[in-house]
Every structure is written in structure tokens, then in C-alpha cells.
């Protein structure tokens, strides 16, 4: 089983100007004597830093550093991260990395100069996770607290806990208990694995929406970009005014990709119609992605348009 390491707080170092620095992956590994039984862990370093500080170069990386790891005849892959951007980092593994064997990605909330630090316990549950077979079909997933949540639906709730992570849509699919795998929920029923990769060259911004936003914001970002994800209102709403500006970038041959701002729920198809509605966005051209927060679809836009995939491919308008 290979361990892959890029920072974050599970590697954090105590220092005069607070916690940061790495510590690697020879640190975060367990060794012989304190892995699970019968498991035998082989370190890498791939990156050293702040999830904070991620890029879609760095994904990229990552991304072929792990299809290295598997091509190479390991039979797991844990890859320890930073938590802000772990959700992405996950979901961006799903969309770039062929899981012929599991591959799990943990992190800590703590880190290990502090009392009660987590790291430790979450790369042995990856690991425990990673080492059995059946979870390759899940394709990445996030193991923390002895929960393991699949890379589409996981989501950091809290900002300091350490029970940080979850999937406010359907929970998680299984759990570690004493050195074992429990999975409790089927695979996902759809890979969210793309047809094809390559790296990111293509620029999304992610809008936002809130009471009385106008579309300049939108206009204005949709300029320097290949196209846009709006983090909508409920079931896939927004301003009369933002939507008006959204259908003129649809117009112009930038896709335009709409989720909610809201953790959980579907996104409606005929139930509102009007300015700004769901009705009016969807007959417009507008992309609506199902169950992906604005981060995820922006990486699965970003990816997808990479690599030369049709936009109405990666978001099918049934889904």
C-alpha cells in the first residue's frame, strides 16, 4: 500500500508564527510494528503544503502521482491532505483517477504539538479502508472519524471539530471498526470518473448568490473565463437580474453551470418558472449539475473542458 503525502495540518509543525511547515510522508506513515496486521505501508512525498494553497496544477499532480502508485502494483492508496480543500481535492481524484484499487484520502483537524491530535487515527482507518478491495468501486473517498464518505457528497461542516466531515445528502457509507471495513450504502451509481483527461488549462469562476445580487459580478468574471458555475438559490434559483446576465454569457458560448448554495437537495427541472427560475434557466442553455457543491462542479467543468469534453456530456440535462 502506498501512503502519498502533501501537507496540510496532519503534517503541521509548531513554530513562533503558528502551526505550519510539513513534517513527510517517512512521518506520517505507521510503521511495521503499528500498522494493521498484515498491511505493510510505502511512503511518498508529492507535495509540502497548505490545502489552502492548492492549485489545479497541484490536483493535476496529485492525479498522476496516484495512477502512478496503482500502475506501480500497489494494492491501496492512502493520501493524507490539508482539510479545507479536501472535499476538492477527493472529488478531483474521482473525476481524473481509474480506481481499480481503493484510494482514500484523510487529513487531521488537530495537529500533532496539539492535545488530542487526530492524524494518527484517521491514517490508520484509511488505512484499514484502503486495504480492502471492495472499496475501489466507491472511486475516492474521504475517511475521518472512522466514517467513509464518497468523494461526490462528502463536505466540511464544522471548521474546528474533529468530527469535521460529512455527506448532509446521504451520511456515509460505511464506517472502521476494530481494524475492519464495515460498508453499510451501495457504490454510487455513476462514476464520476471523466472519458478522457488532460491538464488544467481552462478558467471557471464560481458566482455566488444572495439577496438583490445583479449579474455585473457575473459579467465581469465571465470576461476572463471559460466559463462559469453559479452557486444558486434553492432548487437552482437566482435574481431576475443575475439570470438575465447568466443567459447572455450561455448566449455568448461559455457554459454556464448552475448548483445551490444549500448542502443538501435536488435541483428542480419544472416546478417554477418566471424570470431568474429553474425553468427559465434550463430552456436558456444553462447546465444544471446534480448534488455537486459549486467547488466540485467548477473542477469538473475546469477538467472537462481541458480535456475536450462537451459540457452538456459532463452535466446531462436527466441528471
Known amino acids: 500500500m502506498s501512503l502519498v503525502a502533501t501537507g496540510g495540518t496532519i503534517a503541521a509543525v509548531a513554530t513562533e508564527s503558528g502551526a505550519r511547515g510539513h513534517r513527510g510522508a517517512d512521518d506520517l506513515a505507521p510503521s511495521d510494528g503499528a500498522a494493521p496486521a498484515g498491511i505493510a505501508v510505502r511512503p511518498r512525498d508529492v507535495l509540502r503544503r497548505s490545502s489552502r494553497a492548492m492549485t489545479l496544477d497541484d490536483l493535476w499532480t496529485l492525479a498522476q502521482a496516484v495512477r502512478?502508485?496503482?500502475?506501480?502494483?500497489?494494492?491501496?492508496?492512502?493520501?493524507?491532505?490539508g482539510t479545507d480543500t479536501l472535499e476538492e481535492t477527493a472529488y478531483a481524484l474521482g473525476?481524473?483517477?481509474?480506481?481499480?484499487?481503493?484510494?482514500?484520502?484523510?487529513?487531521?483537524?488537530?495537529?500533532?504539538?496539539?492535545?488530542?491530535?487526530?492524524?494518527?487515527?484517521?491514517?490508520?482507518?484509511?488505512?484499514?479502508?484502503?486495504?480492502?478491495?471492495?472499496?475501489?468501486?466507491?472511486?475516492?473517498?474521504?475517511?475521518?472519524s472512522d466514517e467513509v464518505h464518497v468523494a461526490r457528497l462528502v463536505t466540511k461542516v464544522h471548521g474546528t471539530r474533529i468530527a469535521a466531515f460529512a455527506s448532509p445528502a446521504a451520511g456515509p457509507v460505511g464506517s472502521v471498526v476494530e481494524d475492519r471495513l464495515e460498508l453499510l450504502l451501495g457504490p454510487p451509481p455513476t462514476p464520476d470518473l471523466l472519458p478522457s483527461?488532460?491538464?488544467?488549462?481552462?478558467?471557471?469562476?464560481?458566482?455566488?448568490?444572495?439577496?438583490?445580487?445583479?449579474?455585473?459580478?457575473?459579467?465581469?468574471?465571465a470576461a476572463g473565463c471559460d466559463g462559469l458555475v453559479v452557486a444558486a438559490l434553492g432548487g437552482g434559483h437566482v435574481s431576475p437580474a443575475l439570470g438575465e446576465a447568466l443567459?447572455?454569457?450561455?448566449?455568448?458560448?461559455?457554459?454556464v453551470v448552475v448548483t445551490s448554495r444549500c448542502p443538501d437537495g435536488a435541483l428542480l427541472a419544472r416546478t417554477y418558472g418566471g424570470a431568474g427560475?429553474?425553468?427559465?434557466?434550463?430552456?436558456?442553455?444553462?447546465?444544471?449539475?446534480?448534488?455537486?457543491?459549486?467547488?466540485?462542479?467548477?473542477?469538473r467543468l475546469v477538467f472537462g473542458l481541458s480535456a475536450g469534453i462537451p459540457a452538456e456530456e459532463m452535466f446531462p440535462a436527466h441528471a
Not at 502512478?68 to 491532505?81: L, M, R
Not at 443567459?247 to 457554459?255: F, H, L, T, Y
Not at 427560475?277 to 473542477?299: C, D
Open 247 to 255: 443567459i447572455r454569457v450561455a448566449e455568448s458560448g461559455r457554459p
Open 197 to 221: 483527461t488532460a491538464p488544467p488549462d481552462r478558467r471557471v469562476a464560481i458566482v455566488p448568490t444572495a439577496t438583490d445580487v445583479d449579474g455585473s459580478w457575473a459579467e465581469a468574471a
Open 68 to 81: 502512478s502508485e496503482i500502475a506501480a502494483g500497489c494494492d491501496g492508496v492512502v493520501v493524507t491532505h
Open 277 to 299: 427560475s429553474e425553468i427559465e434557466l434550463r430552456k436558456a442553455g444553462l447546465h444544471f449539475a446534480a448534488r455537486l457543491t459549486a467547488p466540485k462542479a467548477r473542477l
Open 95 to 144: 473525476l481524473l483517477v481509474p480506481t481499480t484499487v481503493p484510494v482514500v484520502v484523510t487529513g487531521a483537524m488537530r495537529a500533532a504539538h496539539l492535545a488530542g491530535p487526530d492524524g494518527p487515527a484517521n491514517v490508520r482507518a484509511a488505512v484499514v479502508a484502503a486495504a480492502d478491495p471492495a472499496l475501489a468501486a466507491y472511486g475516492p473517498v474521504v475517511v475521518f
